[in-house]
């Protein structure tokens, strides 16, 4: 957040929609809620509702996704699995919220196919939670400049690309 606050003035003219992608504290929300168009991290009620009600203060109905932490990592977050409907259950009666979908990061891996069965949790996941809430989430965020290509088979509607697009970062 910090980064993207020091560049935001050389790039304030840009038509552009801001997105927040990384894990968010709940410290940070306020400044977050301010500064992005949509929060593509969101792993816990009780950020949903910090979410809210920051938006609430901002006047504006906040685009979100959950993160779902598929693969077991310790040095990633998200929700878990078996706890995402009860938080989108929770998320989707927020008045200041908007829920678009769904995002992960599978276990990094130099062979792309071995993203393959993550990419097929989270669309199986998201198709799921669409038909429970009666919810279109059209958005499934998944695969980054190694294994795009195989996200984008699997259903990506959007992928992370900025290491091919502008190098690794320092």
């Known amino acids: 957040m910090q980064e993207f606050e020091a560049k935001r ?5 840009l038509d552009a929609m801001w997105h927040l992608i990384g894990h968010l504290q709940s ?11 949509r929060i593509d991290s969101v792993d ?13 203060e901002e006047k504006k109905r906040l685009e979100i996704l959950i993160e779902v932490h598929l693969g077991g990592e310790i040095s990633k977050s998200g929700i878990a699995e078996r706890d995402l409907a009860a938080l989108a259950e929770g998320v989707a009666v927020l008045p200041h ?19 393959r069965p993550y990419f097929e949790k989270l669309r199986e996941l998201r198709d799921d939670l669409s038909r429970r809430l009666t919810l279109p989430l059209p958005v499934l ?30």
């Not at 816990?44 to 609430?56: I, T």
């Not at 195989?150 to 690794?168: K, N």
Request: hydrophobic residues 45%.
């Open 9 to 13: 003035p050389r790039i304030a003219a």
């Open 27 to 37: 410290n940070k929300v306020r400044r977050a809620v301010h500064l992005f168009d």
């Open 44 to 56: 816990s009620l009780s950020l949903a509702q910090k979410l809210d009600f920051a938006a609430a």
């Open 97 to 115: 919220l908007e829920l678009r979908g769904l995002m992960a990061i599978p276990p990094y891996s130099d062979d792309p196919e071995r993203a």
């Open 141 to 170: 965020s998944m695969g980054m400049s190694h294994d795009f290509e195989v996200a984008i088979e699997d259903s990506a509607t959007e992928i992370r690309i900025g290491t091919a697009l502008f190098g690794a970062r320092q």
